[in-house]
Each structure stands twice: as structure tokens, then as C-alpha cells.
């Protein structure tokens, strides 16, 4: 299997070489049988990526521990899911994981615009076929996951690092990885539109669309990393300015630039040269991302060690994009002349070039100090650090200006704002900000940066109330109905600019979040207890009570036992831990104990500890506000997604969406959103919860083996979990066992209860794993279909020349249809 | 080259510099060396007080723990050079003999004083190279 995983690894390679030349060739000689050919084999390079997938994930879930890769990050005793994980779990696998993404994204891509687009296609092709023959390339010469050991036979794996067997942690890189690769579409349009010459703004909107996919994903990935350190690290905070986490940071700065500056070019056609820069940027920039973390070129806690011919490969991969892509602008520069001029600084395309220099400053100055030791160790000899503290010190003013403009841009005018209209739109905003600027002032709140903070997001929350209201009411008259339905009725009719200020309003709940950080009430404490002793910090008491050793097959836990009274009432009793992992004890991992909250979260580490005299220190953090980045962000993504949904950003919804489905979408997500968020805030911690002891041996068996469903534990086991959930869930299953069931008869009832074998620890032997093993299979098998599929589609066309044609002629009137309706809704 | 333009770019011009010349001066303040042990102990009097980032790796068995409290000493070591360091606080969880770390404080005539929270211990991520992630390429021939 191995040796048939990097065959297909080199025929990618080959066919990934040949769709460039077959499409570079047919879009330059207008010849329309090899543009196809491109296609078909650029379709093909998806199939084998899918196909060396499927063998990937076998030799993962089977366990193929001859293969060096699997046996380096996976081991038999590893549950499913982590199993999967593993697959991105290091660097040769997340480079072959990132070539799949791409290509696949890339196969959808051409797929959709495929008639809209027919003169950017082979371009388009062609580039991104470069961009998989370079991470091809790197994996067969450098990088090749399925290199298997040539003289040692293991019996068992390694296992992946314990303090990646988290649930963030296992979704947070494909997400994160989904956005970086999405960015190579964009990418891939502007080079096509600047290598064809088809420069007018059609391209835009392909892009656009292709933009705010992966940029959604890298919010979301971006988040789940801060997750992770939050929860998992230990160290009381969710943002370190990390290497690894601003090499994420630095695309999406100017992906968000771009797609506020397109809306200029769009409505204005200007900042044409200023736009496709952007674009190659942020591709760049995720390349430099790459390279920056995986090279060794930045010291990083991540740790890459450094890799010379890596760093080399990279670098001329960089140097040859920046030269073409910049080049080409060069040869385009007569065609990317601007239509019209800046009329005046009051203007919203005037608010929107300020938010893109600062969203640049900002791109460049992560940028800057992150790679600050670097650069002074090769211009001074000397590697001189900057840390956390410095990148805050300088991105809090940044941010500050951002969301001012946040609450600018929406309420000039195009062109020109006139005075009179300045003032009946800036009244309101400016009033609440001085309000609240006011009330932190009284109650003592520091100015600087929280008090600030909070005067701004008041700014821009009464700048998208404002603009919601008077849209509201304005169409209320127009169409003569109620408030609500014309306010439903703004997102039908406008939906980008209205799911925009959605996304804003995500923006000041995380900045809500970041203001925390500089509130009073924010507080970190060590101290060292013995059991009995109590400490108090801020309104807190926490007493230590006990300190406990238990243990499961996968590891020991040392577990402090701490209840937290507040102002003297009962609070939460709490269960900070390390856990150390058989077979790497050397590396515990520390099991934060939380207690969320709207106004604070508590946050107890278990720092240190001795079982001989059962002290222990604990850290005790209060972070303020640190739940409304979350909320932020859902809100953010929330947004996006109605700013996509009736969009055909994906393929196959072709067919019109009637505009009164999008209301009824609108109320599915939002009942998603909050049925999401009911069921994740099921989980309380009831440590007082008394576990009864299971009557025989079949109930205890069985708590063992079902799963607490309130989705906040990570799965805990019933007999284990502490929460309200699990105890209404013992209840039920003591029950059946007291009405005489048998195992199988309870198993099956809470199948169909919770409607899938969820809520067993582990799969049932017979039907599951056995469809485990069957997935790669099936997923091979579909590729291989899918390649001859291709493949006889593709001789088809070959054999009969003209129907290329046919289809095309009748697409055209829809595709132009397509395009009316697009550029009729988007006037509003 | 019209005076819009001209005005532009001097605007542009202005801020740059405006901008870079203030990155540079809080970038002094805040600038920290990156050394590794066997650079700064053979003439440590020179290092005396200054901000540091120091690299090294932590020696077998000398890591100590007073007890009932959270000072730790340890001796940290790069080349032939060693040099012991004291802190007090919460240490990482990858923190433990041969560990690879940066610290971050000062050197003073004692030992190496590491500030707060100033242990980093390299992490093992899913990206390590290390030895045998090193070992698992293609051998050349």
C-alpha cells in the first residue's frame, strides 16, 4: 500500500505537470481541445489525491506501522478519531492533507465557474496546478509521508502528542488549512484575469465569492487555536503572538482588506492595481506562513527545527510568485487604470482605503516582529526578541483605529458625504460613544485601552442599529408592510451589506472580549495550599480539599479537589488536573479547570503538586469578558454565511433561490446556531452530583460504556460525568435495568433515543467498524471511479469534436442570465 | 507626475516615516537578546542586567524544587557551557531533564534570574523534526 501511496504521489506530480502544460498551452492558442484536456487532467490530479487519501486513512485506522509516518504519530490504542487526526498530525502528512484540500477546492472552483468564466479557466487551471506541482514536488524529493522503514519492524506507534488528543485541536489545522488553501482560488482568478487580459470586473465577483469562503475558515480556524491555548495550555490566556498563530493572522489582516476594498473597484473602479495586489499578497502571505513555521526560520515554542533545503525550496517557490504575479500586473498596468478619481476624503471609498492601510499596517507589522529576530540576526549578527507585551502595545491602537472606521465607512455616502448628512448620520453614534466613554470615566473603569474600547464598540453598535432601523423603515414604506417583515426583507434584497454589519457586530463582541483583558477585575495568583487551607481572590474563596490519584487504562490522573464559594454562597466545586499518558509521562498535559461566565470566567491550573504532603499550587486566574470573543466570532460566522448563502458559491445549487427561502435559511441558521449553543451550555459541573453505586453488574457495566450527551464534558462516561445531563441519563438507564432489558435491548433504546451510536464510548463491534475499515475503501473506490469517469467523459469529447460547443451555446444566455440577476441584486 | 500625486506620496512618505521611526524607538525598549548559553558564559560580566532571551538545554537531574513553594533551580547548558538559573512560578508541562528551553530575564552575577512566566519550553508539536522525525525521511544514498 505504502508503495502504491507515493506512486500515486509521482503520477500526481506527472499529471499535475501536464494539466499546466495542456491548459498554459490552450489558453495562449485559443485551442479548445487541450484547455479541455487541462481540465480533465487537473480533474484527474483531484482523483489520485483522494485516491493516496483513502490509503492515508487506512493505513492510519489499520494501523500500517511499517510506514514511518504512521508509526511516528499514531499508535493502536489511539481512539478512531485521533486515529484520523493523526493523519495532519505532522509536517509530510499536513503538506499531502493540503495538497487533497487544494486540489479538490481547485476541482470545485473550475467546476462551478466552468461557463461563467470560460476565457479564466485554463488560466486559472494552470496556476493552481503550479501550486500543487511545488507541494507535490516537495513530498516526493523531501517530504514523502508514505516512506516506509527499510531494516526495523515496530510493533506498536508512538502515538500522537497527548496534548493534541484534543477535540480543538484535532479540527482546528484542517479548518486553518481550509482557508490558507481557499486563498489559492482568488489567487488563481487574478492571475487568469491578469494573464488574459480580462480585466473588467467580472473576475471580482468569481473572487469575491472564493475570498470569503476560506476566510470564513480561517476565522474559525483561528479561533478554535486560541480555544485550544485557553483550554488546554494553561497559562491563563488565549492569544501569544506565537509564530504559528500570526503566520495564520497575516493572510486573513489582508483578505479582510481585500474584501472590503473590492466593494470599491465594484461600486467605483478604482483601486484596480490595488486590488489584485492584495489578492497575490494574500496568497503570498500564505505561503510565507507556511514557510515561516516550517523551515525553522523563526524560532518558534512550536518547534520545527531547522531545515535548510526546505527554507531553499521555499524561497524560490516565493521569489518565482512574487515575480510573475507582480510582473504580469506591470505588463497589465494600461488595463488596470482607474475609472474614476477620489472625489473627497468624506467618502466611504475614502473610509474603506483607510481601513485597508490600516489593515495592511497591521499585516506588516505582525509581519515585522515576528520576524524581527530574524532580521536583526542577519543585519546586526546580533538576534534581538520582541514578545507579547510589545505586539499588545502596538495592536491595541491599531485596533482601536479599525473599529472607529468600522463605525465610519457605513455612514458616508459614496463620492461625497455633504455636512448635513454627516450630521444626521454621526449624531447617534457619537452620542452613545461620548455616553459610554462617560460612564466608564465615572465608575473608575481605566481609560486606557478598556474604557476606549468600550466607547467605541458602543460607536459602531449604534452605527449598524441605526443603519438597520432606518433600512427597516425605509423599505417599510416602500413596500407597505410591518417593520419586521421590510427588516427581514433588507437581507433578500441586500443581503451583502446587511450580513456585513452582522459580521461587525461579531466584531465589537470580540473586541468586548480583548477589553477585558485591560479591566480591573482581571487577576492571576499562585499560591500553594495544603488540603483544608483556603485562599480568597477577587470575590472568590477557593479551599482546597483534596488531592487525588485515580487512573484509566490510557493514563493516571492527579486530580485537586476545590470548591469555590463566591461572596459566601456555594459556587462551583472545581477539578483542576494533569494527566499523564502511558507511555509519555514525560509529557503531561494540564487539565484546566473553567467556570464560564458573561462577566468572567474562573480559571484554575493545577501548577505543581506533591502526593507526599498533598500540596499543591494552583494558579487562579480571573480573565474578564474572555466569552464574548467566542460569541463574537459565532456571531461573525453567522454572518458570513447569510453574506454566502444565497450566493451559488457552490456548485449545485444552480437552481434560482426563490428570495422567500432566504427568511425561512435565515431562521434554520439562527435556530442552529442557538440549538448548538443550548446544547453546549448543558454541561454544568455538579461535582456535588452524589453518583448512586449501580445496582448490578450490568447498570455499572453500562455506565461505563454510554457517554454523557451534553456535548460540554468531551464525553465523558456517565458513571463519570457530573452534570445534570448525566444524571437524568443514569436515571434512564437504571430504569430499563430495574424493567428487566437485556444489554442489547437498553444499547438499542438509547441508540434510538439519541439517534446514533454516539453515545456508546466505542463503536458496536459488528456494524461501525466495520463501516470504519469500509470508508477508505469506499473513498478509494469512488476516486477510482471518479478517474474513470473523467477519463470517458473526457475520450468522449475527443471523439466527437463539435459537442464541446453545443453545450456552451446553450449555457451562454443562462450564464449572461446569471450574471443580470447577480448585477440587478447587488444594486441597492 | 501631477501635484495629487506628489501630494500623495509625500503624505505617504511622511507617515512612513513617522510610523517606522516610532517601531523602532518602542521596538529598542522592548527588544530582548536571543543568546545561547555558550555565547554569554565564557564572558558573562558583559550580559550583567541586560534582557535575554536565553537558549539552552536543561541538565539531567539538576532540576530542584524547594519545598512547599514554587522556586525552582536548575542548571541550563549549550556547548560546554552551563550556567544556573533560578525562577519562581509556574513552569510549562514540557519543562523537565534534557528539555530544550528559552528563558527569559536577566543575568545576574549568581546565576541567571528568569522573570515570571519567562520558561518556555519547547513544545513537542505535531510538526517536530526532532531526531526521529528527522530519521524518518528518505536516507540518501
Keep these: 500500500m505504502a508503495s502504491l501511496g507515493s506512486f500515486l504521489l509521482l503520477a500526481a506530480f506527472v499529471i499535475a505537470s501536464g494539466a499546466f502544460a495542456a491548459s498554459f498551452a490552450g489558453a495562449r492558442r485559443r485551442h479548445n481541445a487541450l484547455i479541455l484536456g487541462g481540465l480533465g487532467l487537473f480533474h484527474v490530479v483531484t482523483a489520485i489525491m483522494l485516491v493516496a ?18 508509526q511516528h504519530y499514531s499508535n493502536s490504542a489511539q481512539p478512531l ?19 487533497t484540500l487544494l486540489s479538490a477546492f481547485g476541482s470545485v472552483a473550475v467546476h462551478v465557474n466552468r461557463e461563467r468564466y470560460r476565457l479564466l479557466v485554463p488560466w486559472v487551471v494552470a496556476t493552481i496546478a503550479v501550486v500543487e506541482m511545488f507541494f507535490l514536488f516537495l513530498m516526493v524529493i523531501h517530504n514523502n509521508p508514505f516512506s516506509t522503514f527499510l531494516a526495523t519492524i515496530h510493533a506498536d506507534g508512538e502515538g500522537l502528542n497527548p496534548l493534541l488528543q484534543n477535540y480543538y485541536m484535532a479540527i482546528h489545522p484542517p479548518m486553518l488549512y481550509i482557508g490558507f488553501v481557499g486563498m489559492t482560488i482568488p489567487f488563481a482568478f487574478g492571475i487568469a484575469a491578469l494573464a488574459s487580459g480580462q480585466l473588467d470586473d467580472s473576475w471580482l465577483r468569481a473572487v469575491r465569492r472564493w475570498t470569503m469562503v476560506p476566510w470564513l475558515f480561517l476565522t474559525v480556524g483561528l479561533t478554535l487555536g486560541a480555544m485550544w491555548a485557553y483550554e488546554e495550555l494553561g497559562w491563563g490566556g488565549y492569544w501569544g503572538w506565537d509564530p504559528v498563530e500570526n503566520a495564520g493572522l497575516l493572510p486573513w489582516f489582508t483578505a479582510t482588506a481585500f474584501l472590503h476594498s473590492v466593494m470599491v473597484q465594484e461600486r467605483r473602479g478604482m483601486l484596480k492595481v490595488w486590488n489584485i495586489s492584495l489578492v497575490i499578497v494574500t496568497f503570498f502571505l500564505t505561503i510565507f506562513g507556511t514557510f515561516m513555521t516550517r523551515s525553522g526560520v523563526v524560532q518558534s515554542v512550536h518547534a520545527f527545527g531547522e531545515d535548510r533545503e526546505l527554507a531553499l525550496m521555499f524561497t524560490a517557490f516565493m521569489i518565482f510568485t512574487l515575480a510573475v504575479s507582480f510582473g504580469l500586473v506591470i505588463y497589465r498596468m494600461p488595463l488596470l487604470r482607474s475609472r474614476n478619481e477620489l472625489d473627497s476624503w468624506a467618502s466611504r471609498e475614502a473610509a474603506f482605503l483607510a481601513n485597508n492601510w490600516v489593515l495592511l499596517f497591521a499585516a506588516f507589522f505582525v509581519l515585522f516582529a515576528t520576524m524581527f529576530p530574524t532580521l536583526s540576526e542577519a543585519i546586526r549578527g546580533e538576534r534581538l526578541t520582541v514578545a507579547g507585551p510589545f505586539f499588545n502595545k502596538w495592536m491595541t491602537p491599531v485596533g482601536f483605529v479599525l473599529l472607529f472606521l468600522t463605525g465610519v465607512g457605513p455612514l458616508l455616502a459614496w463620492r461625497k458625504s455633504s455636512i448635513a448628512n454627516m450630521q444626521t448620520q454621526f449624531m447617534w453614534p457619537a452620542l452613545a460613544a461620548l455616553a459610554v466613554g462617560g460612564g466608564m470615566v465615572a465608575l473608575g473603569v481605566p481609560l486606557w485601552a478598556s474604557g476606549v474600547c468600550f466607547a467605541l464598540c458602543a460607536w459602531v453598535t449604534t452605527t449598524v442599529l441605526q443603519e438597520f432601523i432606518r ?34 457586530l461579531g466584531i465589537v463582541l470580540i473586541f468586548l472580549g480583548f477589553a477585558g483583558e485591560g479591566l480591573n477585575g482581571k487577576l492571576q495568583e499562585e499560591v500553594g495550599l495544603k488540603p483544608g487551607q483556603n485562599v480568597v481572590v477577587g470575590p472568590y474563596q477557593v479551599l482546597f480539599n483534596a488531592l487525588k490519584v485515580t487512573q484509566d487504562p490510557q493514563k493516571q490522573m492527579i486530580t485537586a479537589d476545590v470548591t469555590v464559594t463566591r461572596e459566601g454562597q456555594p459556587f462551583a466545586r472545581m477539578y483542576p488536573a494533569r494527566w499523564y499518558f502511558v507511555g509519555r509521562e514525560g509529557e503531561p498535559t494540564t487539565e484546566v479547570a473553567l467556570r464560564r461566565g458573561f462577566a468572567h470566567d474562573l480559571h484554575l491550573v493545577l501548577a505543581n503538586f506533591e502526593v507526599g504532603s498533598q500540596e499543591v499550587h494552583l494558579q487562579i486566574t480571573i480573565n474578564p469578558l474572555v466569552n464574548w470573543v467566542w460569541f463574537g466570532v459565532s456571531v461573525m460566522v453567522l454572518g458570513t454565511i447569510i ?50 453505586v449501580p445496582k448490578t453488574q450490568l447498570e455499572k457495566d453500562l455506565q461505563g460504556h454510554l457517554v454523557c450527551m451534553c456535548g460540554g464534558c468531551g464525553r465523558k462516561k456517565i458513571g463519570e460525568c457530573t452534570c445534570p445531563m448525566a444524571a437524568d441519563m443514569r436515571k434512564e438507564l437504571a430504569g430499563h435495568v430495574a424493567g428487566g432489558r437485556s444489554r442489547d435491548e437498553i444499547v438499542q433504546l438509547f441508540i434510538k433515543k439519541w439517534g446514533s451510536q454516539e453515545v456508546l464510548t466505542e463503536p458496536i463491534d459488528r456494524g461501525f467498524n466495520r463501516l470504519a475499515w469500509l470508508l477508505p475503501y469506499g473513498v478509494g473506490l469512488g476516486g477510482i471511479v471518479l478517474v474513470g469517469g473523467v477519463a470517458m467523459r473526457w475520450s468522449r469529447r475527443r471523439g466527437n469534436g463539435t459537442t464541446p460547443e453545443a453545450p456552451a451555446a446553450v449555457a451562454a444566455p443562462s450564464a449572461l442570465q446569471d450574471r443580470l440577476d447577480d448585477e440587478l441584486r447587488e444594486l441597492d | 507626475m501631477s501635484t495629487r500625486t506628489s501630494r500623495a506620496i509625500l503624505s505617504v512618505l511622511i507617515v512612513g516615516t513617522a510610523l517606522g521611526a516610532l517601531l523602532f524607538t518602542t521596538m529598542a525598549e522592548s527588544a530582548a537578546y536571543y543568546k545561547e548559553v555558550h555565547e554569554v558564559m565564557p564572558s558573562p560580566e558583559q550580559w550583567y542586567g541586560k534582557n535575554m532571551n536565553l537558549h539552552g538545554f536543561v541538565v539531567d537531574g539538576s532540576i530542584e524544587k524547594r519545598p512547599n513553594s514554587l522556586d525552582y533551580r536548575f542548571k541550563v547548558k549549550n556547548g560546554d557551557h552551563t550556567v544556573t538559573a533560578t525562577y519562581t512560578g509556574t513552569v510549562p508541562d514540557t519543562f523537565k531533564d534534557g528539555a530544550e528551553v528559552v528563558l527569559t530575564g536577566t543575568l545576574e552575577p549568581g546565576g541567571f534570574q528568569v522573570k515570571r512566566n519567562g520558561v518556555t519550553a519547547k513544545c513537542p508539536s505535531r510538526y517536530d523534526p526532532d531526531q526521529k522525525a528527522a530519521s524518518a525521511r528518505p536516507v540518501s544514498y
Excluded at chain 1, 417599510?476 to 456585513?500: M, W
Design chain 1, 53 to 70: 487519501s483513502a490509503i492515508m486513512v487506512h493505513a492510519f485506522v489499520t494501523g500500517d506501522f511499517t510506514i514511518r509516518y504512521v
Design chain 1, 81 to 99: 478519531f485521533y486515529k484520523l487526526a493523526s493523519y495532519w498530525g505532522g509536517l509530510d502528512g499536513s503538506i499531502m492533507f493540503w495538497v
Design chain 1, 471 to 504: 433600512g427597516a423603515f425605509v423599505r417599510k414604506s416602500a413596500t407597505g408592510t410591518d417593520v419586521l417583515t421590510a427588516f427581514i426583507g433588507l437581507f433578500t434584497r441586500s443581503r451583502r451589506r446587511y450580513a456585513g454589519y452582522i459580521v461587525h
Design chain 1, 643 to 692: 453574506a454566502l448563502l444565497p450566493e451559488r458559491a457552490f456548485a449545485f445549487a444552480t437552481a434560482p433561490v426563490p428570495s422567500s427561502s432566504v427568511p425561512t435559511a435565515l431562521i434554520l441558521v439562527i435556530a442552529l446556531a442557538l440549538g448548538g449553543a443550548r446544547v453546549a451550555a448543558q454541561h454544568v459541573d455538579q461535582p456535588q452530583t452524589v453518583i448512586l
